[in-house]
């Protein structure tokens, strides 16, 4: 059976939970121990499918098609273990299964509660899978005190009765403010989220404390004293340059030592961080340089585009170079010609996005890096805007466009090359959709096979002809045009199994063009880059070197 270790926060929201939880794991698995870890969020969003970019960042998309929290793409590329929808939950989703339950007459007229019916649909959800790994790492989302969070701290608390002593062990982050007037580092803040972990049954075991400046010995000996755990439990959590540095940051502090202390693992296997080191050298010790402009229509707030930033990353790791990424608002080009915005860049890339917003300026950028032989890969809506781009300017179909924007405009503007995915083959069985349904889960969703084209350049980019990604759209490019659109160079190199959804469209003559309707970012780690960035970021520096 599984050890836990339940991570949780106080003082300040965002210090890094999900990052700490990562690293741990990755310490871990150095170790020789086989770890999972889970996401359990307090809002009452069943999940976040249907929350804002603006306010929850981007939606990370599992094989078997959940849609979770970004810190499970965090936990992915930090340790290769692939995300399950098993390994994350809302408020929501617990209070849905519990009335979903009410109402099949599950509880036989009982009233329904939180203490016990809520916590023990919370406490359920830990349990799956405990007989798999060693280690079971479970961040709670939010902050010690919020309202939202208490029956997700009781749940913990419970379950942690429930198991044999010595199984389940709990951290909890923290920040250390500096205050400039009197030049310290403040510790009450701490001691009072300790006080209020404290009042409602749990006691951390380890403090991980988030700190600007360095932790004096005495101040880690009074959190120590006053937070009532070991001064080795006492873990400093400064800012780092890149967040690959976390793993070896976090066993230079001594975190993953603690951990197997408090469960009294001794002794422990000594921690093989070779991956780590490799991957801290590639990031610090670049060969050279390249720009790449991401268009995209939430560029004010970055977490939008979290696992393409961490993929761009990946893939300058790979070959040596610094990727220098610069958010270019795809609105922009409404108002400036795209050229003197993309004017310099080494690369382009389009991501996904939903609705009409900034779309022609994503078929602006697909066009300068088209017509300048600039390197372009446009994922899921950027594939689709360089369809009706080539559509538009190739094809002779000046009023190409997406169904999606007829859709929301209630009228008929355009020539649907993009339209509605009414139904499509999902394993064994057919999924049917309309235009009406409800907007939650309601994507192609999650891992679908894709069939590639021998000899073409990205047959040669995963050295194989079937491959496996994940998927979150609902709009798809209309195979009406496909010859009309392959006889001007656009070819459909990628395509599902049944030959009837394109996945990959390609120019010939151009020396990096690609789309993809799927979302390749997500599969994406520091140690094994996705082969698409890999190859997009070497297109980008061979350009640089021409430059």
Request: charge should be negative.
């Amino acid at each position: 059976m599984a050890r836990y270790v339940f991570i949780t926060g106080g003082v300040v929201s965002s210090l890094g939970k999900g990052l700490a939880s990562a690293a741990l794991g990755a310490l871990l698995q150095a170790r020789g121990f086989s770890v999972r870890l889970r996401k359990l969020d307090p809002y009452l969003n069943v999940d976040p499918g249907t929350m804002s970019p603006f306010e929850h960042g981007e939606v990370f998309v599992t094989d078997d098609g959940a849609e979770t929290d970004l810190d499970l793409g965090h936990y992915e590329r930090f340790t290769g273990v692939a995300a399950r929808n098993t390994d994350s939950v809302s408020s929501g989703r617990i209070y849905s299964n519990v009335l979903e339950k009410e109402r099949r007459g599950d509880y036989l007229g009982k009233t329904i509660q939180v203490i016990p019916h809520v916590t023990n649909e919370i406490k359920d959800f830990l349990k799956v899978g405990a007989d798999e790994v060693d280690f079971m790492l479970c961040e709670i989302g939010g902050t010690v005190g919020d309202i939202e969070g208490l029956p997700f701290f009781e749940a913990i608390r419970q379950f942690a009765q429930d198991r044999p002593r010595g199984e389940c062990i709990f951290m909890h982050l923290t920040l250390l403010p500096w205050i400039a007037a009197s030049g310290e580092l403040k510790t009450k803040p701490t001691q009072h989220s300790v006080k209020e972990l404290r009042s409602i049954g749990l006691a951390p075991d380890i403090l991980v404390c988030r700190s600007e400046r360095m932790i004096p010995q005495k101040e880690r000996e009074k959190l120590a004293l006053f937070c009532n755990v070991r001064l080795d439990s006492v873990i400093a959590a400064y800012d780092l340059k890149s967040i690959y540095e976390a793993p070896l940051a976090y066993h230079r502090e001594g975190l993953d030592q603690a951990v197997l202390d408090a469960f009294g693992i001794s002794p422990a296997p000594k921690p093989n961080l070779t991956r780590w080191e490799d991957v801290y050298d590639r990031i610090y010790n670049p060969e050279g340089q390249v720009r790449i402009a991401i268009v995209g229509k939430y560029t004010q707030l970055e977490d939008a585009y979290k696992s393409i930033a961490e993929a761009l990353t990946h893939g300058g790791m790979a070959n040596r170079v610094k990727v220098n990424i610069e958010w270019v608002d795809a609105e922009t080009f409404e108002r400036t010609d795209a050229a003197t915005a993309l004017e310099g860049f080494h690369a382009i890339l389009v991501p996904g996005g939903f609705g009409e917003r900034g779309t022609e300026g994503k078929i602006k950028a697909a066009e300068y890096a088209r017509t300048r032989k600039i390197p372009y890969l446009g994922i899921c809506l950027g594939m689709q805007m360089a369809v009706v781009e080539a559509a538009r300017n190739l094809a002779d179909l000046p009023h190409a466009g997406s169904e999606e924007f007829d859709h929301e405009a209630g009228g008929k503007r355009f020539t649907p090359v993009v339209y509605h995915l009414k139904e499509w083959v999902q394993g064994n069985h057919t999924v049917a959709r309309r235009v009406d349904d409800n907007k939650g889960g309601t994507m192609r969703l999650g891992a679908y096979t894709a069939h590639l084209t021998e000899g073409s350049r990205v047959a040669e980019i995963y050295g194989t002809t079937t491959i496996e990604e994940r998927h979150r759209h609902r709009y798809e490019v209309d195979l009406t045009y496909r010859a009309a659109l392959e006889e001007k160079g656009l070819k459909f190199s990628g395509m599902s199994p049944d030959g009837r959804l394109p996945e990959i469209v390609e120019i010939e003559d151009h020396p990096w063009f690609i789309g993809v309707q799927f979302h390749p970012e997500l599969k994406s780690k520091p140690f094994d880059p996705h082969p698409l960035f890999k190859d997009f970021v070497r297109a980008a520096k061979e350009v640089s070197r021409l430059v």
